[in-house]
């Protein structure tokens, strides 16, 4: 996106900000929208959905900044799936499956790091960059062995806007432009190929759906985050637009009347607006306070009460100042507040009642359009075939 257009873009989003801001109103669906308990409890139907939307689907997994040059990777594990990402030799992003092919070992025990080759810690057979069985210890005693079977094992990658996509069910090649449409643009215009990584952390949550739930609306702020993010931002006040599953939020900071006053010529929108960037399923990206930015990627655990969230912060430059670096570790510790100790507890309570047969349905409220939108994608994807062209498709007509 260009910076005039993008410009015109953050100038529309402010204007439609301001006009919820002097109206005391917010972007409203067309009716509450119900769903029965058991899409949050049932043990079948959750692990169902887990693996057929989070298998088959495109899900971020990784910043392209935490593995930038080649030989840089980085080790995790989705879905039970042990998983090696790696910059090649060439320059390309792959997704290996981090599992030696002789007798199974795993290939790297490091969380990241920089290497020119892959050695398996149990037979030293060896691997390059781009996941080709090279060489074997004592290969002329072990026998003849064909090695262009016997690479990595791969599974669909492609990397857009700073991001580093995976298919954990397939190693097909996919088309990410496809997937993401006019989210790509979006996600694009904040460039996270050149911020500084700050800081990288891990945390246990409730619930898949409880947790994106929390990341998809504003009409919590005011009573669970007076104390962090939500002194900057005004309650139930949403812009939504959609691509799709896909979705950005559009939040008003306190300082959003003040444009009511200020020719248009004058507006910086960022300093009064936030913006939420939303892909379906796992990722959520959101500028809170000035130069920074946190990144979060959601991946469901074992059963339907767990979730574990890759929290990474960003700073639009390294912090190599005092008054810089004391900046960026309070947005750090008020994110993590507000997370952990705000969001994230109380999903845990949710979660914690959420079998007590209080409640048959959970009720989504006409000024909570991000929530309806996610779950009626959920619904789509399980009636429908999981195709990454979702431009022909009406999730309305499958709820």
């Known amino acids: 996106m260009s910076e005039t257009a993008n410009r015109d873009d953050l100038m529309n989003l ?3 900000a301001l006009s919820h801001c002097v109206n005391q109103s917010t972007d409203l669906t067309d009716s509450i929208m119900t769903m029965p308990i058991e899409a949050y409890t049932d043990e079948e139907r959750y692990r ?14 990784a910043l392209s900044i935490e593995i930038p040059e080649p030989g840089n990777y980085k080790t995790m594990t989705i879905l039970e799936k042990p998983l090696l990402i790696v910059r090649g030799d060439d320059g390309k992003a792959r997704v290996f499956l981090n599992v ?14 920089s290497v020119s080759r892959f050695s398996c810690p149990y037979h030293s057979w060896v691997y390059d960059l781009q996941g080709n ?11 003849d062995l064909d090695h262009s079977p016997l690479g990595l094992t791969q599974l669909g990658c492609e990397e857009a806007a700073g991001i580093i996509w995976v298919t954990l069910g397939s190693n097909e090649d996919f088309d990410i432009s496809r997937w993401l449409g006019g989210m790509e643009s ?4 904040l460039d996270l190929g050149n911020w500084h990584l700050f800081q990288k952390r891990e945390l246990v949550g409730p619930g898949w759906k409880v947790t994106m739930d929390g990341y998809l609306e504003i009409y919590h702020h ?25 979705q950005r939020l559009t939040l ?44 979060s990627m959601i991946f469901p655990g074992k059963t339907a009460d767990t979730t574990r969230t890759l929290q990474i912060i960003l700073a639009a430059e390294e912090p190599v100042t005092k008054e810089a670096l004391d900046a960026t570790t309070n947005f ?18 949710i979660q914690s009642g959420i079998k007590s047969g209080a409640n048959h349905e959970f009720l989504y409220g006409k000024n909570e359009p991000a929530v309806q939108n996610y779950h009626k994608w959920i619904d789509h994807f399980m009636r429908q075939e999981t195709d990454l062209d979702w431009a022909t498709s009406n999730p309305d007509k499958t709820v």
């Open 14 to 16: 402010a204007r439609r």
């Open 48 to 61: 169902a959905e887990r693996n057929r939307i989070f298998s088959s689907l495109p899900i971020a997994a």
């Open 100 to 113: 030696c092919r002789h007798r199974g070992a795993m290939i790297c025990e490091n969380e990241e790091g």
């Open 133 to 143: 069985l090279v060489s074997r210890y004592a290969a002329k005693t072990f026998g």
């Open 186 to 189: 979006k996600l694009a215009s």
């Open 222 to 246: 005011n009573t669970v985050h007076g104390r962090t993010v939500g002194q900057h931002t005004i309650g139930n006040l949403l812009v939504l637009d959609t691509h799709g599953p896909h």
């Open 252 to 295: 008003g900071r306190k300082s959003l009347k003040t444009l009511q006053h200020e020719p248009e010529k004058n507006w910086e929108p960022l300093e009064h607006i936030r913006l939420v960037h939303s892909c379906f399923p796992n990722l959520s990206i959101s500028g809170i306070l000035g130069d920074h930015c946190l990144v």
């Open 332 to 349: 750090s510790e008020m994110v993590l507040q507000a997370v952990q100790d705000e969001d994230y507890r109380l999903g845990m309570l």
